[in-house]
């Protein structure tokens, strides 16, 4: 019987297309990182990745658990080089902290 298809190619999670930050921007970096694996998962979800049909179902414990599924497959996603949402929260916090920081 043949798998089902492996959706997420095995990637090193540090290969991210993402410029080098400072170590002060790391936090930024994450959360922007952070935000995007969490808007894929619910795209993801929406889409019905993590699913199975009808009579392969696995009752109320797979409805239970497909979430974290999902957000794993998101998070891989991200880790790959995700769709670039990351890049430009990422620059609009780092912009945002920088005119913060001038306004002081």
């Given at each position: 019987?043949?798998?089902a298809?492996?959706?997420?190619?095995?990637?090193?999670?540090?290969?991210?297309?993402?410029?080098?930050?400072?170590?002060?921007?790391?936090?930024?970096?994450?959360?922007?990182?952070?935000?995007?694996?969490?808007?894929?998962?619910?795209?993801?979800?929406?889409?019905?990745?993590?699913?199975?049909?009808?009579?392969?179902?696995?009752?109320?414990?797979?409805?239970?658990?497909?979430?974290?599924?999902?957000?794993?497959?998101?998070?891989?996603?991200?880790?790959?080089?995700?769709?670039?949402?990351?890049?430009?929260?990422?620059a609009a916090?780092?912009?945002?902290?920088?005119?913060?920081?001038?306004?002081?």
């Amino acid at each position: 019987m043949d798998s089902a298809p492996n959706l997420i190619p095995a990637a090193p999670l540090a290969a991210t297309t993402a410029q080098p930050v400072a170590p002060e921007e790391g936090a930024l970096r994450a959360a922007a990182e952070a935000f995007e694996a969490t808007f894929l998962a619910q795209m993801l979800d929406h889409a019905g990745l993590g699913r199975t049909p009808g009579a392969f179902g696995g009752g109320s414990g797979e409805g239970q658990f497909a979430s974290f599924l999902v957000e794993a497959q998101a998070e891989r996603l991200v880790a790959a080089g995700g769709i670039g949402l990351a890049d430009v929260v990422f620059a609009a916090l780092r912009d945002q902290e920088g005119a913060d920081d001038a306004n002081r």
